[in-house]
């Protein structure tokens, strides 16, 4: 580190003030303080680093001397509470020397009161969201609200990125440059696997200057080795707790981070159940109340918590302080996600984090052992990003709609120049265009009602009320639907739960929220209401979560890892497992598909080992069983993991190479999926970020659901009339990438080239044997599905003692 | 195509799966709340554009019904526009699918909440109709007998199932058809309003693929 010595560029009066603090600066903070006047810069830095105070600097030193008017400085990330913390601590230094600099922040919690100033009277450095950025572009006096608009920082780049948050950002940031040409760009990102990707997303097609700030020491990462040898499937890791326990009681502050936040509810609630020391543990999730997060976030920074069990909710920057080990329960799936949650631990610079990986089942061992060797080898992973999304440009024309009349020729132009959209072409943008102008129908049904009109060459809403509605609907973030749960009686509210998880329960079920568990009462106008519970044992288990699926690169190692010879680096019981399964079947391997074939109490199941990840191999036991069911093999169901997909039914399979033949399953992709509940899903999203639904109504929902009617019936109909409409073309893009995950599978077909060995065992093999036991076994509805349905309603009307009236 | 009979209140009944009631004795097809017009009434109030297809999609689903069936009569059982200036705008295309329906039998367009009055189309246009033992109207009244209506979109979601499906409910003295119009959302059948309305015993007939009978469910 540098020492005191002046700092060039740097006002003495902050150059003291970092003396007196014991602070010097370090490397990659000067080398942004000397570029300070490039028009873009992306630092990469590790967590801990000093990146926001690197980005700061600049403004601090150009607003120090005094006489700036307006908005100098705007600074985006994607946690409200990450803003909120960051004017804390930038207010100090500025208050402490009476720097003539205002700073707020802006976000859904700030008040109304306080959002009308800031728009008359903007702050120096304005702290904010991508979403009330997108809101505050919206506004007619936009260009008066950034008028001397100096800077924008970008804090962790790297999430933003990978969600359709960080395209919806850029194309206000487009905006921003026309109003502000000399804008200039500053991202701030932790380790990624591609920073000139980061780097084109920030500052367009052509990218810009890169500074690496010295990463740091390798983390010390293990795996936790304990007495008792992991189950053979599930999530939940319940045989660690006691060892878990332990690391809780040798270090000041644990984190332990979950993949799901149903799995982090199982584990809290577990956890408690062995705390016999009562230790102060606490529980985070996005699932959570706000209220409850932040007495869990404000207890965590005061240091009266010696663990949290988490969630992704914590793996952005908020400082947690003396954090000392991060615990991540189950396989990582991800290589760059462990190593950045890993550096939440020690969050000072040059100390090595620690971390523990705890593999939930037999088959996460030979993940965590993948994943700690692709960790030493700093080899992460990532899947390059697709072109910018359309449905996030539909809605960013009406968000510039609502400010006031635009040509289209210049909008186009701001946004080819961002780096998500600058392969757009014309026709495409003319498209979306058309879409929030007419709908884009093949019917032109709307030609009275047109959203937007063009007058004087400009376009412009035809009804200026609609910019409330559309103001109303801004951002990119699905929840899932969500129902509030609250304690019955006006209690506090305890968070969320899926609706179609809400929808499973009736009256006495009792399951886990916040650790605690309830019992559920009844629906009431989309809150679900609970009441305190004695039961020791949840009657449900808990609610849904993300599944994320093993990266590409992951898989990869593993295939790479079954050709070991032998596996020193693995548990003995783990190792002899992987030597049976080679000595009764094969292992599998990266350029073959293995199929396994074996009868098992009375059915017959086919096992198809893809290593696709879990999406793909779901839209593979799809594909698979509805090829069975027109072949008649009569399937009845299957299960998917990140690894294999397993189906059963009532014939046996005896020549799989005929199902699972490429060219074939991308012909029966095309007609599969337009019929999917997975595209229905996918076109909500859509439908709802380009406008077409509205998330947000004016006045209270109607209590009454005869007006309001699912968004399956609107992709139905346009399926039927209206196959190329624009919404459809966005769909179908989006849901390729996510949950069908249709590249993963061509992928596989890439590598194994239609190379099937398919093995008939007259038992259940090793590697197929915890499949059996896996949770999430989804039905095939066919013909006998049907019978059955008939034959239950026979059986409750037979009960009722009802034939007929 | 896969019906379910039942007898009501001395008439028999069949219960299609698209969600129309035919009446054989009578060679009457009964369909309830079609709300074409929808995404028209949508845009002018709202100014959202939904696809604008939905009189197509309920036009061609009544088409298959009455090509199956040809009735002499057609009961459209009231809300059967969105509102009265949908019924006025309709497509031209949509307006001629709705004649070639109409030639050669009789239609009649009960009154709804939705189409209060009189539309300027073919037909007749009543507040409710008799027909055999069976009265129909729009909304169920108290203490009717024999009665036959629509307006309260019943659905039914059982476990395993997926989505609600809309459904038929009934009693000894009530008949309660889903919406047969695409665009039309429903009420669950366990909302108080349903509860209160249905007597004791009384049954759920789901429609879909395969209609099918159960009783209903019971808070």
Redesign the interface.
Same mark, same amino acid.
């Given at each position: 580190m540098a020492g005191s010595e002046a700092q060039p560029g740097l006002p003495p009066v902050l150059a003291d003030w970092f003396t007196r603090q014991g602070w010097a600066l370090h490397p990659h903070q000067s080398d942004m303080l000397a570029r300070a006047a490039a028009p873009a810069l992306l630092l990469i830095a590790p967590t801990g680093g000093g990146k926001t105070l690197a980005g700061f600097l600049p403004t601090l030193t150009e607003l120090a001397a005094g006489g700036h008017q307006g908005l100098h400085t705007l600074y985006v990330s994607p946690l409200k509470a990450l803003a909120a913390d960051i004017k804390r601590n930038l207010r100090r230094p500025v208050e402490e020397l009476g720097l003539p600099i205002r700073i707020e922040d802006r976000s859904g919690d700030t008040s109304y009161t306080q959002k009308r100033r800031q728009r008359a009277d903007p702050p120096h450095i304005l702290l904010t969201t991508p979403e009330s950025l997108a809101l505050l572009i919206s506004y007619e006096d936009a260009p008066r609200i950034f008028a001397g608009l100096q800077r924008v920082v970008v804090d962790e780049i790297h999430a933003l990125a990978e969600s359709k948050r960080g395209d919806q950002l850029m194309l206000a940031l487009s905006r921003l440059q026309g109003l502000c040409p000399g804008l200039r760009r500053v991202g701030l990102s932790a380790t990624v696997e591609d920073p000139a990707a980061i780097a084109r997303q920030l500052a367009g097609p052509a990218g810009c200057e890169i500074l690496n700030a010295d990463p740091g020491p390798d983390p010390d990462i293990s795996m936790l080795v304990t007495a008792e040898r992991p189950p053979w499937m599930g999530g939940g890791a319940a045989y660690a707790i006691p060892a878990v326990l332990d690391q809780v009681r040798a270090h000041r502050t644990t984190l332990i981070f979950h993949n799901t936040r149903a799995q982090a509810e199982v584990f809290f609630h577990n956890l408690w159940l062995a705390n016999t020391d009562d230790l102060p543990i606490g529980i985070h999730h996005g699932s959570l109340s706000r209220e409850q997060r932040e007495a869990v976030e404000a207890a965590m920074v005061a240091g009266r918590l010696r663990a949290i069990v988490c969630t992704g909710s914590l793996d952005l920057g908020i400082d947690w302080g003396d954090v000392d080990l991060v615990i991540q329960i189950g396989a990582p799936k991800n290589v760059k996600r462990l190593i950045q949650r890993i550096g939440r631990a020690n969050h000072r610079y040059n100390a090595p984090s620690k971390a523990l990986l705890v593999p939930a089942n037999r088959f996460e061992i030979v993940e965590c052992v993948a994943a700690l060797e692709a960790a030493l080898a700093h080899d992460l992973d990532g899947d390059p990003k697709g072109p910018g999304p359309r449905d996030v440009l539909c809605q960013h024309i009406l968000i510039l709609a609502c400010a006031g009349p635009f040509a289209a020729d210049e909008v186009y132009a701001e946004v080819s120049g961002t780096g998500a959209f600058a392969g757009l072409t014309r026709p495409d943008f003319d498209a979306c265009l058309e879409f929030c102008a007419t709908g884009g129908y093949a019917l032109r049904a709307y030609d009275r009602w047109q959203r937007l009109l063009l007058r004087d060459g400009r376009w412009q809403l035809r009804d200026p009320r609609a910019a409330q509605r559309i103001r109303m609907n801004i951002g990119t973030i699905q929840d899932t639907d969500t129902v509030k749960v609250r304690l019955r009686g006006g209690g506090k509210p305890l968070g969320e739960v899926e609706e179609g998880f809400a929808a499973t329960l009736t009256q006495g079920d009792t399951f886990l929220i916040g650790g605690q568990i309830v019992r559920y009462e009844g629906l009431r106008e989309l809150t679900v209401e609970v009441s305190r519970s004695a039961s020791k044992r949840p009657r449900v288990a808990t609610f849904m979560g993300t599944k994320f699926a093993t990266s590409t690169q992951l898989s990869a190692r593993i295939l790479a890892m079954f050709q070991q010879p032998d596996w020193p680096s693995l548990p003995a019981h783990t190792a002899g497992w992987l030597a049976l399964q080679r000595e009764v079947s094969h292992l599998p391997q990266a350029e073959r598909i293995l199929v396994e074939s074996f009868a098992h109490e009375g059915l017959e199941y086919t096992c198809f080992y893809g290593f696709a990840g879990r999406n793909a191999q779901q839209t593979l036991g799809l594909l698979l069983t509805q090829r069975m069911e027109v072949a008649g093999l009569s399937p009845l169901g299957f299960v998917a993991t990140d690894y294999a997909t397993l189906i059963w039914g009532l014939e046996p399979v005896a020549a799989p190479a005929a199902l699972f033949n490429g060219a074939d399953l991308r012909a029966g992709f095309e007609t599969w999926l337009a019929g999917n509940a997975v595209m229905k899903r996918s076109f909500r999203a859509c439908a709802t970020i380009a406008g077409l639904i509205e998330r947000n109504l004016p006045q209270a929902r109607k209590s009454g659901r005869q007006a309001t009617f699912s968004s399956d019936i609107l992709y139905d109909t346009l399926v039927k009339y209206d196959p190329d409409h624009l919404l459809l073309q966005i769909t179908r893009e989006e849901a390729m990438r996510g949950l069908v995950d249709f590249g993963r599978i061509e992928e596989m077909i890439a590598r194994s080239r239609d190379r099937i060995d398919h093995v008939t065992l007259d038992r259940v093999s090793p590697l197929a044997a915890p499949l059996l036991l896996e949770m999430g076994r989804v039905p095939v509805m066919g013909e006998g599905r049907e019978r059955i349905m008939v034959a239950e309603a026979e059986r409750l009307l037979a009960e009722a003692g009802i034939a007929d009236f | 195509m896969n019906k379910l009979e039942?007898?009501?209140c001395g008439a028999d009944l069949t219960a299609l799966p698209s969600g129309a009631l035919w009446f054989a004795a009578e060679r009457l097809l009964c369909v309830s709340d079609l709300h074409l017009g929808k995404?028209?009434r949508i845009? %002018?109030r709202? $100014? *959202?554009? *939904?696809? @604008?297809?939905?009189t197509?999609?309920t036009l061609d689903r009544l088409a298959m019904d009455i090509g199956a069936f040809d009735p002499d009569w057609v009961i459209c059982l009231g809300d059967s526009f969105d509102d009265l200036e949908a019924a006025g705008s309709l497509?031209p295309e949509d307006q001629s699918s709705l004649l070639r329906l109409q030639a050669g039998r009789r239609w009649v367009w009960i009154a709804g909440n939705h189409d209060p009055g009189p539309v300027d189309l073919a037909g007749s246009h009543v507040a409710m109709l008799r027909a055999g033992p069976l009265v129909f109207r729009h909304e169920a009244t108290a203490g009717a007998e024999a009665e036959v209506s629509g307006h309260?979109?019943p659905k039914l979601?059982l @476990?395993? /199932? $997926? %989505?609600a499906r809309a459904c038929y409910l *009934?009693? %000894?003295c009530r008949l309660i058809l889903p &919406?047969y119009g &695409?665009?039309? $959302?429903? *009420?669950?059948v366990t &909302?108080p309003v349903l509860q209160a309305l249905m007597q004791r015993?009384a049954?759920v007939i789901l429609t879909g &693929? %395969?209609p099918?009978? /159960? @009783?209903m469910p019971r808070l």
């Open positions: - | 039942f007898s009501f995404s028209d845009a %002018r709202i $100014g *959202l554009m *939904l696809p @604008p297809y939905e197509r999609a497509d309260y979109h979601s @476990p395993g /199932m $997926g %989505r *009934l009693d %000894r &919406a &695409a665009y039309t $959302g429903g *009420l669950s &909302a015993r049954d &693929a %395969r099918v009978r /159960m @009783p």
